[in-house]
């Protein structure tokens, strides 16, 4: 079974997106998304591949869309989360990567959680949901200062009694 993965940051107010984009640029944090995505695939929606503009190198580029018809070079076109994350069983890991309805779609199926977190407010039109603390508990948390002052904060899914 992979471990199914969100990657994803976020400002203080909950903004992780404006007109298609991300709302800020960190040289550092993306450099940190590479290494740490790197060689396993990634689980995206339609927009947020349309937003890159490219398959992203060394890494399965899966894209979740409605379209039936879509075909995108480079790219496996997936119509459901869970097609999506049956994909990626061969791999250890697996990592989704936006936008804020395919983290909602692929909430249930995620294991852990590694969330850069902005220590200021950003104007944005995408947010991303509030943690559950009942679902979710922070297991490490790293401090970086590079650009400005953020946190990665991996988080771990609390197994729930049945």
């Known amino acids: ?22 709302p800020w640029h960190l040289p550092s944090d993306l450099l940190h ?33 409605r379209n039936q ?5 480079g790219c496996f076109i997936m119509h459901s989360v869970e097609d999506a994350v049956e994909h990626c069983q061969n791999h250890d890991k697996a990592f989704i990567i936006g936008g804020a309805d395919i983290f909602r779609l692929a ?7 590694i969330v850069t977190e902005l220590e200021r407010d950003v104007a944005g039109d995408v947010c991303l949901d509030a943690i559950d603390p009942a679902r979710f ?23 729930q009694d049945t």
């Open 1 to 22: 079974m992979a471990e199914i993965i969100i990657i994803v940051a976020v400002a203080k107010n909950g903004v992780i997106g404006r007109d298609g984009q991300l």
């Open 69 to 73: 018809d879509l075909k995108i070079p």
């Open 33 to 65: 998304f590479k290494k740490t995505t790197m060689g396993f695939p990634l689980i995206m929606g339609r927009k947020t591949f349309a937003s890159i503009g490219r398959p992203l190198p060394g890494r399965d580029n899966i894209v979740l869309t």
């Open 107 to 113: 909430l249930p199926y995620t294991d852990t959680l």
């Open 137 to 159: 508990r922070e297991i490490d948390r790293q401090s970086y200062h590079e650009e400005e002052p953020y946190d990665i904060v991996r988080y771990e899914r609390i197994p």
